[in-house]
């Protein structure tokens, strides 16, 4: 079984920086892509930023300029470091994994529990 566990949320005043981290731990052979994906109130989850296990990024829109996505392969952890808030950046950070479990032969998706980033104005 494998588990990510997020941290680094909290509340921020806007123009202000948070800086999130997942660990993935369990059974794992492998951890491919990775990424943060966000969900607002009332809206859907969406992608933030993505990061393949070779380190080529994605960012959305919204966050391109602003946020930055990095990982350490060697301790299954990635990050998001996120500056200039706004906001609209208000929601709940989940971090996501493309995960090979030790004795299986197929990368399945897991997901953390969710951490909150508040942005006041």
């Known amino acids: 079984q494998v588990q990510l566990v997020e941290s680094g949320g909290g509340l921020v005043q806007a123009g202000g920086s948070l800086s999130l981290s997942c660990v993935a731990s369990g059974s794992i052979f492998r951890v491919n892509a990775m990424g943060w994906y966000r969900q607002a109130p009332g809206k859907q989850r969406e992608l933030v930023a993505a990061?393949?296990?070779?380190?080529?990024?994605n960012y959305a829109d919204a966050a391109q300029g602003r946020f930055t996505i990095s990982r350490d392969n060697t301790k299954n952890v990635v990050y998001l470091q996120m500056n200039s808030l706004k906001p609209e950046d208000t929601a709940v950070y989940y971090c996501n994994a493309e995960v090979l479990e030790l004795g299986t032969y197929g990368y399945s998706e897991v997901w953390g529990q969710g951490t909150l980033v508040t942005v006041a104005s």
């Open positions: 990061i393949t296990r070779g380190g080529s990024t």
